[in-house]
């Protein structure tokens, strides 16, 4: 395989609908939030039909539903580790349905005054309701990967993302449709929401086996190992560990901001599009209600197209190249709308006025493009925080992490809800409308550093021994061009004999070592991807984004070995690896005494070996300097040869002095001390099959 290989393809939404488990679980998450959304907005209706300003009684019902969630996540997510998911989800369902149908009894009068002196036991059934859905969304996150394979759990997780996406934007507009509807009503809404509960209950109970084991038993007990039953203490300890991880994991920390930071701007921009429909564009009560559901329609299109793509993308494309543009995307699209007016029609005349209005409206269809992109950017960024989530967190943590994730998300709830609740004014909404964009453009820098921090969790831990996909691949061309240019003007760079180094089939590119820019400078000497060998803790921690645009190769410090088979790998694919056998920066720029591990590396990966002298790196940046100095440098490809793979360790350890004794020559110095086992060859006496390779 070259080093320019195909990316194999992602996972689509067709393979993961093909398996039996994830429908169950997909369309028993949609029906449940379709249920909760269809019977708050039953008992909203309700309310409006009683009370003449029903504002109050809607925002009492909205915190009823929010507020349990907000106090009960922290403890909710031990009990979802330690208890079997599978009888949790179709548990909350069951004993929802017939909760849900009490509200039969008390709407049974909701248009009569007498209902005004109960509806508070309506308020009291709601946050009874709430507090029995809190396990649902850890329990359902948690148990992603028990019904998908971890190829698919990304674009996976997005699809389940979106269930709650389309409950709010679906929910709430069909849940007022069918209340406000003399012939259905608020009380012919609930059975709907009762019905879709039932079949929550079925898609959970057909759930796998694999979603009943405890998360707290994975990778600490054996399957078949019985469980103890969890206790109170049990589940405290549990908490209280869950809060740790939490905190100590700063990717996981990034994550929750990222979704809080969503849910602000969601909950934020939904009361301010109906303000700005009536205040800004000023646009009559039937139009105002058709750009409505334009505008949440386009935004739900945006949505599902942003989760999608980011989730079937996830596992090839960095956090960094996702999580900061979502939010260009989003603050972009906010300052577009929030930023157009339309002309207030009012004291106009007949004629101007219907001209006015229809230039309004107009101007209203324009911003539904601009609706699309703001849905695109939040669906990029909440398609991704799951399937992060996912990749970053330990199993035995699954329930307690995506507890705090919703403790966080509820309250990014209820603060917009609660700012609006205390002062609903026009001038409020004006100076939200003007500040939220601006802050959010602001917040991409620090969305690129939070990424930064998700991007190092979760593709640091991979082997890093993959063919470099297409990111990388272009993160490593843009990079060679950045050093190529820098070392074209400030240091002169330039490369003598590069059509010797072979266009394809694996090579090796073994270099001089008098500065620490040399990798980046035999890098330009060719067109071809180099990678190098370096320690996996550096690849490990916060550089190594960077790292890995430079297509480097992690190994483990535990020996030479592990760096042999990792390049003996990348070789095989037919890739180029550039060392040097030197093994370490030389202290006065003289050659010192090579290494044949270098060599032995070729000849077991049938690679070509290609020596290379760097001349003038010693002069512009030698070992002890800090700033570079504008010196001239020459790359110098010598004469290419290739190792027989049957080549004893005597003649691979004469290969490696002939590699030096060529970059000596370019270089014009004297010719390093030959290698050990070189030099015992000479006196005639036996090999050290102990001496170092």
Same mark, same amino acid.
């Given at each position: 395989?070259?080093?320019?290989?195909?990316?194999?393809?992602?996972?689509?939404?067709?393979?993961?609908?093909?398996?039996?488990?994830?429908?169950?679980?997909?369309?028993?998450?949609?029906?449940?939030?379709?249920?909760?959304?269809?019977?708050? =907005?039953?008992?909203?209706?309700?309310?409006?039909?009683?009370?003449?300003?029903?504002?109050?009684?809607?925002?009492?019902?909205?915190?009823?539903?929010?507020?349990?969630?907000?106090?009960?996540?922290?403890?909710?997510?031990?009990?979802?580790?330690?208890?079997?998911?599978?009888?949790?989800?179709?548990?909350?369902?069951?004993?929802?349905?017939?909760?849900?149908?009490?509200?039969?009894?008390?709407?049974?009068?909701?248009?009569?005054?007498?209902?005004?002196?109960?509806?508070?036991?309506?308020?009291?059934?709601?946050?009874?309701?709430?507090?029995?859905?809190?396990?649902?969304?850890?329990?359902?996150?948690?148990?992603?990967?028990?019904?998908?394979?971890?190829?698919?759990?990304?674009?996976?997780?997005?699809?389940?993302?979106?269930?709650?996406?389309?409950?709010?934007?679906?929910?709430?507009?069909?849940?007022?449709?069918?209340?406000?509807?003399?012939?259905?009503?608020?009380?012919?809404?609930?059975?709907?929401?009762?019905?879709?509960?039932?079949?929550?209950?079925?898609?959970?109970?057909?759930?796998?086996?694999?979603?009943?084991?405890?998360?707290?038993?994975?990778?600490?007990?054996?399957?078949?190992?019985?469980?103890?039953?969890?206790?109170?203490?049990?589940?405290?300890?549990?908490?209280?560990?869950? =809060?740790?991880?939490?905190?100590?994991?700063?990717?996981?920390?990034?994550?929750?901001?990222?979704?809080?930071?969503?849910?602000?701007?969601?909950?934020?921009?939904?009361?301010?599009?109906?303000?700005?429909?009536?205040?800004?564009?000023?646009?009559?009560?039937?139009?105002?209600?058709?750009?409505?559901?334009?505008?949440?329609?386009?935004?739900?299109?945006?949505?599902?197209?942003?989760?999608?793509?980011?989730?079937?993308?996830?596992?090839?494309?960095?956090?960094?190249?996702?999580?900061?543009?979502?939010?260009?995307?989003?603050?972009?699209?906010?300052?577009?709308?929030?930023?157009?007016?339309?002309?207030?029609?009012?004291?106009?005349?007949?004629?101007?006025?219907?001209?006015?209005?229809?230039?309004?409206?107009?101007?209203?269809?324009?911003?539904?493009?601009?609706?699309?992109?703001?849905?695109?950017?939040?669906?990029?960024?909440?398609?991704?925080?799951?399937?992060?989530?996912?990749?970053?967190?330990?199993?035995?943590?699954?329930?307690?992490?995506?507890?705090?994730?919703?403790?966080?998300?509820?309250?990014?709830?209820?603060?917009?809800?609660?700012?609006?609740?205390?002062?609903?004014?026009?001038?409020?909404?004006?100076?939200?409308?003007?500040?939220?964009?601006?802050?959010?453009?602001?917040?991409?820098?620090?969305?690129?550093?939070?990424?930064?921090?998700?991007?190092?969790?979760?593709?640091?831990?991979?082997?890093?021994?993959?063919?470099?996909?297409?990111?990388?691949?272009?993160?490593?061309?843009?990079?060679?061009?950045?050093?190529?240019?820098?070392?074209?003007?400030?240091?002169?760079?330039?490369?003598?004999?590069?059509?010797?180094?072979?266009?394809?089939?694996?090579?090796?590119?073994?270099?001089?070592?008098?500065?620490?820019?040399?990798?980046?400078?035999?890098?330009?000497?060719?067109?071809?991807?180099?990678?190098?060998? =370096?320690?996996?803790?550096?690849?490990?921690?916060?550089?190594?984004?960077?790292?890995?645009?430079?297509?480097?190769?992690?190994?483990?410090?535990?020996?030479?070995?592990?760096?042999?088979?990792?390049?003996?790998?990348?070789?095989?694919?037919?890739?180029?690896?550039?060392?040097?056998?030197?093994?370490?920066?030389?202290?006065?720029?003289?050659?010192?005494?090579?290494?044949?591990?270098?060599?032995?590396?070729?000849?077991?990966?049938?690679?070509?070996?290609?020596?290379?002298?760097?001349?003038?790196?010693?002069?512009?940046?030698?070992?002890?300097?800090?700033?570079?100095?504008?010196?001239?440098?020459?790359?110098?490809?010598?004469?290419?040869?290739?190792?027989?793979?049957?080549?004893?360790?005597?003649?691979?350890?004469?290969?490696?002095?002939?590699?030096?004794?060529?970059?000596?020559?370019?270089?014009?110095?004297?010719?390093?001390?030959?290698?050990?086992?070189?030099?015992?060859?000479?006196?005639?006496?036996?090999?050290?099959?102990?001496?170092?390779?």
């Amino acid at each position: 395989m070259s080093d320019s290989a195909n990316e194999r393809p992602g996972p689509s939404p067709r393979t993961v609908f093909a398996q039996g488990a994830f429908l169950c679980l997909f369309f028993g998450s949609l029906a449940g939030t379709l249920g909760d959304r269809l019977y708050q =907005m039953a008992s909203i209706g309700a309310v409006q039909l009683v009370f003449e300003d029903a504002s109050k009684q809607i925002a009492l019902i909205t915190m009823a539903g929010v507020v349990p969630q907000f106090f009960l996540y922290p403890l909710i997510g031990s009990l979802v580790d330690n208890v079997d998911r599978r009888r949790l989800l179709w548990a909350i369902f069951l004993t929802k349905a017939p909760l849900v149908l009490l509200f039969i009894a008390m709407l049974a009068n909701s248009d009569s005054p007498q209902f005004k002196d109960y509806w508070h036991v309506v308020l009291a059934l709601v946050f009874v309701l709430s507090v029995v859905t809190v396990p649902f969304g850890p329990a359902r996150a948690s148990a992603i990967p028990d019904v998908v394979e971890e190829a698919q759990q990304g674009i996976s997780a997005s699809l389940i993302a979106t269930t709650g996406l389309v409950s709010i934007l679906g929910g709430t507009t069909l849940g007022s449709y069918l209340a406000a509807r003399p012939d259905i009503g608020p009380m012919r809404t609930i059975p709907v929401a009762a019905a879709l509960f039932v079949v929550a209950v079925v898609c959970f109970r057909s759930l796998p086996a694999t979603v009943s084991l405890r998360n707290t038993q994975r990778k600490t007990q054996e399957d078949t190992q019985p469980a103890s039953k969890p206790t109170a203490g049990i589940l405290l300890r549990d908490t209280w560990d869950g =809060m740790g991880y939490c905190l100590r994991n700063r990717a996981v920390l990034a994550l929750v901001v990222f979704e809080a930071c969503f849910w602000v701007c969601a909950v934020a921009y939904y009361v301010l599009h109906e303000w700005h429909a009536a205040s800004r564009l000023h646009l009559a009560d039937r139009e105002k209600v058709i750009h409505f559901g334009l505008g949440l329609g386009c935004a739900g299109v945006g949505l599902f197209v942003g989760a999608l793509t980011v989730g079937k993308f996830c596992r090839q494309l960095s956090p960094l190249i996702t999580y900061m543009p979502s939010f260009l995307l989003i603050g972009g699209a906010m300052k577009a709308i929030l930023t157009t007016s339309g002309q207030d029609t009012a004291g106009l005349d007949g004629a101007l006025q219907e001209t006015t209005a229809a230039a309004n409206v107009s101007l209203a269809r324009g911003l539904l493009p601009w609706l699309f992109v703001l849905g695109l950017g939040g669906g990029t960024l909440l398609g991704r925080i799951d399937a992060d989530m996912l990749a970053i967190v330990e199993e035995r943590m699954r329930g307690r992490v995506f507890a705090l994730k919703g403790f966080f998300f509820t309250a990014a709830l209820l603060g917009p809800l609660m700012l609006f609740a205390l002062d609903d004014s026009e001038a409020v909404r004006d100076a939200i409308a003007r500040m939220l964009p601006t802050v959010l453009l602001l917040a991409a820098i620090g969305a690129f550093i939070l990424s930064w921090l998700v991007d190092c969790a979760i593709f640091s831990q991979r082997s890093g021994l993959e063919p470099p996909g297409l990111a990388e691949r272009i993160a490593y061309r843009f990079g060679r061009l950045c050093s190529w240019l820098i070392s074209k003007l400030y240091f002169r760079y330039t490369v003598v004999g590069a059509d010797k180094i072979p266009k394809s089939g694996p090579v090796l590119l073994a270099a001089n070592h008098a500065s620490f820019l040399d990798p980046f400078w035999l890098g330009c000497c060719t067109h071809r991807i180099v990678r190098y060998i =370096m320690h996996s803790s550096y690849y490990r921690g916060i550089g190594h984004p960077f790292f890995r645009a430079l297509a480097t190769i992690p190994v483990d410090a535990s020996g030479t070995l592990g760096a042999l088979r990792a390049g003996k790998q990348v070789l095989e694919q037919g890739g180029v690896v550039g060392m040097f056998p030197e093994g370490h920066v030389s202290d006065d720029g003289q050659l010192q005494e090579p290494k044949s591990g270098a060599l032995f590396l070729a000849q077991r990966g049938g690679a070509t070996v290609v020596p290379v002298a760097i001349k003038g790196n010693t002069a512009a940046f030698p070992r002890w300097y800090k700033v570079p100095r504008p010196r001239k440098i020459t790359i110098i490809v010598t004469e290419p040869f290739t190792i027989p793979k049957d080549a004893s360790r005597e003649e691979v350890a004469a290969a490696t002095d002939r590699v030096m004794e060529q970059i000596a020559q370019a270089l014009e110095m004297p010719p390093p001390p030959k290698t050990k086992v070189e030099r015992k060859r000479e006196r005639g006496e036996a090999p050290d099959r102990n001496a170092e390779t």
